[in-house]
């Protein structure tokens, strides 16, 4: 069999090689705009990530004072507020605006305690941590108090009963619930332990800053006690209506009091007048005030008013109370309550104030001190209803 000739290699043509030049170039070309293509997609997904897992959490809802309160913090709130309030939440939108408000206030009480030098240490937070869920590392000693019924002992004093041991919570009772609330609120809104221990430092620095602004509550005031006589103006009652023809007219209540009589300005003020006269011709007054006065509270105890201060009575009231001396007794005093004979009984230029109204004194000076300091402060509000988070239960365009 004859073997075959080996052709020899053609010569590539000037034209094949312009073209496998073209095409070459071509699919570099083609490679470099995918490789482009590729890395804007990729740079176009990293910012959308940047975007909404480092910016956009970080975007200010509120700047105080030119400190900012993240987006990611007020929503981890918000949701926090929400599950507290379960199935009581009917206003989503308007309980976020006031953990906005209430988050611009916990920033100015950081500031200003910062300023004043008042801090809180980690020990005191873990205590009071401790102190909500009923735990005490060091339960108090009860204080024994007398037995309502003492039984004698012989050769001594009647014994003595403590009050009631409450039932301790353990240590590992208190773990137990902590941790379980921590993994409620981890679930629900997203709170860490860190976040519910600077929810706890705040409050702590709120309450020495309160402390602090209230130190110098008065304690004592003028005061003065006085007894008063009123007589009301009573309105007729509208007319009832009648009952349907062959229904049964409904049968007064026997133990009702009985409806007073109307009386208007005029026979109010001729009323008055008569007590005056009679409290002028030597009648008691408190007999008087059981007789005539239209203020029950005060009617039964001779129309006694007890010890009170500047600004706890309607400002005729008032003013006619601190101007009188001792023993003297008022012209008519007309009011909103009607007309009055009052006589003030005593007074006293520096009377102490009793708890309920010291505390009332402190309540309404830390408010006003509160109030200044927002309004002394730069705040500058960015909220918007997307700085929200889902709302639980309710679609976003029901809100």
């Not at 309540?363 to 300091?373: C, H, I, K």
Request: aromatic share 6%.
């Amino acid at each position: 069999m004859a073997k075959r000739r080996k052709e020899a290699p053609r010569e590539v043509t000037r034209k094949e090689t312009t073209r496998k030049r073209r095409d070459t170039e071509r699919n570099r070309r083609v490679i470099i705009g995918l490789i482009a293509v590729g890395a804007l997609l990729i740079s176009l997904l990293g910012a959308g990530i940047i975007q909404e897992l480092v910016l956009k959490p970080r975007q200010p809802v509120a700047m105080v004072n030119g400190q900012r309160i993240a987006s990611n913090d007020y929503g981890k709130r918000v949701r926090f507020s929400w599950s507290q309030a379960g199935d009581q939440l009917t206003d989503p939108e308007g309980t976020g605006l006031q953990v906005l408000d209430q988050m611009i206030d916990e920033a100015l009480i950081r500031q200003e305690a910062q300023k004043r030098g008042i801090t809180v240490n980690p020990d005191d937070v873990t205590l009071a941590i401790e102190r909500s869920f009923g735990y005490q590392r060091t339960p108090p000693t009860p204080a024994p108090t007398p037995s309502p019924e003492p039984s004698p002992t012989p050769g001594g004093p009647p014994t003595a009963t403590p009050f009631p041991t409450p039932t301790p919570v353990t240590f590992e009772a208190f773990d137990k619930a902590y941790k379980d609330y921590l993994a409620r609120v981890k679930t629900t809104a997203g709170l860490t332990e860190a976040d519910l221990r600077t929810l706890v430092e705040v409050d702590l620095l709120q309450e020495k800053l309160y402390e602090e602004v209230v130190k110098d509550a008065p304690t004592t005031e003028e005061q003065v006690r006085a007894r008063h006589i009123l007589v009301r103006v009573i309105e007729p009652l509208p007319t009832a209506t009648p009952a349907p023809t062959g229904q049964p007219t409904p049968t007064p209540d026997p133990g009702a009091s009985p409806t007073p009589a109307p009386r208007d300005e005029a026979q109010a003020l001729v009323r008055i007048i008569e007590v005056q006269q009679k409290l002028g011709a030597g009648a008691d007054f408190a007999e008087l005030a059981l007789e005539y006065s239209d203020d029950p509270g005060s009617a039964a105890e001779g129309g006694d008013l007890g010890w009170f201060g500047r600004g706890r009575m309607v400002p005729e009231f008032d003013q006619a109370a601190f101007s009188l001396e001792p023993g003297k007794l008022s012209d008519p005093i007309k009011t909103t309550y009607g007309y009055h004979l009052l006589e003030v009984l005593e007074k006293d230029s520096a009377r102490p104030v009793d708890d309920f109204t010291l505390a009332q004194t402190k309540y309404n000076m830390y408010n006003e001190w509160l109030t200044d300091l927002r309004a002394q402060a730069v705040i500058e509000r960015s909220w918007t209803l997307d700085k929200l988070p889902p709302t639980p239960g309710v679609a976003r365009s029901q809100r």
